[in-house]
């Protein structure tokens, strides 16, 4: 066996009313006071922060060596939520080797993934069961759970070696917000937002 060389391992999704891995390296739990700055409506955050720490979303992970060949793969369970007008998300990230990619697998519930390049072209694609999503190179990610009741649960798969820039999206966010509106989403413009040109001056 080659140094360096991981095993071939199984592990099974297991579909309860929580979707989990039977078997998994590290669970990780993110919840609304590590979202600071990151909601648009400020006082319905410090609000709902004041009342409760709730939990926004939770991500399973196999922890395999982070190089280049090597695969990461996990669950992101964005659960149902709102705050002010809108949803529960996820922090969202480039990753550090922008040229790489991820793919992501719907399980269970609705949503959006909002993408965006450093460049400011930005995409919003819808997720519900079965959607296969391919986010590539260059494309910083965000997954927003737009049910009220169901989580969102992907499935997600990139190369060893991305590594996860937060920097930039914790600074203004995306370009493009995911509001509910008479309880429906709307894709609206980020009021926070400023082109990459911009941002130089
Ligand atoms: C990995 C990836 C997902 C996210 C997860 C949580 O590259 O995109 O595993 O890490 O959905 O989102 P973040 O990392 O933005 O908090
Ligand atoms: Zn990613």
């Given amino acids: 066996m ?3 060389t991981t095993q071939p391992f199984v ?3 297991l579909k309860a009313e929580k979707i989990v891995f039977s078997e998994y390296d590290h669970h990780i739990q993110r919840r609304l006071s590590a979202m600071k700055g990151q909601y648009l409506d400020q006082a319905a955050y410090q609000a709902l922060l004041a009342r409760e720490d709730a939990l926004l979303y939770e991500v399973y992970e196999m922890r395999r060596p982070e190089v280049p060949g090597e695969l990461l793969f996990g669950l992101s369970i964005v659960h149902p939520g709102i705050v002010g007008q809108e949803y529960f998300m996820t922090k969202g990230h480039f990753h550090t080797v922008l040229e790489t990619a991820e793919v992501y697998y719907c399980l269970r519930g609705e949503g959006f993934m909002v993408m965006e390049t450093p460049e400011g072209e930005c995409k919003v694609e819808a997720l519900r069961l079965d959607s296969v999503l391919y986010v590539p190179p260059r494309w910083a990610h965000r997954s927003v759970n737009t049910s009220s009741d169901t989580d969102l649960v992907t499935f997600f798969v990139y190369p060893g070696h991305s590594g996860h820039d937060y920097g930039s999206i914790e600074q203004q966010g995306f370009r493009k917000l995911i509001l509910a509106r008479d309880g429906r989403p709307e894709i609206v413009d980020n ?4 082109s990459p040109e911009k941002r130089k001056k």
């Fill in 191 to 194: 009021p926070r937002w400023h």
């Fill in 2 to 4: 080659p140094e360096g």
């Fill in 11 to 13: 592990t099974h999704v």
